[in-house]
């Protein structure tokens, strides 16, 4: 299974910060998977932003709730991320990532995309 984001590497304050992972090799409907958005800003450690399920179900980390969605288009076997309201402190490399509900307990992932940079700056 092969994972890659994609979307804009700058994006303004204010604005919505829009990323998209295409998976090759493997179904986003598979059971029992999950398809998660990981961050990890500079010099900072892995932040996970939320996840959807292989049924559609979405869940989200407390702290960005407010501000994150995720979705899937199954025709394409692409799931997106958008964050709202972006500031400096979003900028970090976006990773997105597939896991078993175990592994996603553990912190554990079995494909990763390669990461990308985006940039909040004016």
């Known amino acids: 299974v092969q994972l890659q984001e994609s979307g804009p590497g700058l994006v303004k304050p204010s604005q919505t910060l829009s990323l998209t992972c295409t998976v090759s090799?493997?179904?986003?409907?598979?059971?029992?998977?999950?398809w998660s958005w990981i961050r990890q800003p500079p010099g900072k450690g892995l932040e996970w932003i939320g996840h959807i399920t292989y049924s559609g179900s979405t869940y989200y980390s407390p702290s960005l709730k407010s501000r994150t969605s995720i979705s899937r288009d199954t025709s394409n076997n692409q799931f997106s991320l958008q964050l709202s309201s972006v500031t400096p402190e979003d900028t970090a490399v976006y990773y997105c990532?597939?896991?078993?509900?175990?592994?996603?307990?553990?912190?554990?992932?079995?494909?990763w995309g390669q990461g990308t940079q985006v940039t909040v700056s004016s």
């Open positions: 990532a597939s896991s078993n509900p175990t592994g996603w307990a553990r912190g554990e992932y079995d494909y």
């Open positions: 090799g493997g179904s986003i409907t598979t059971n029992y998977y999950y």
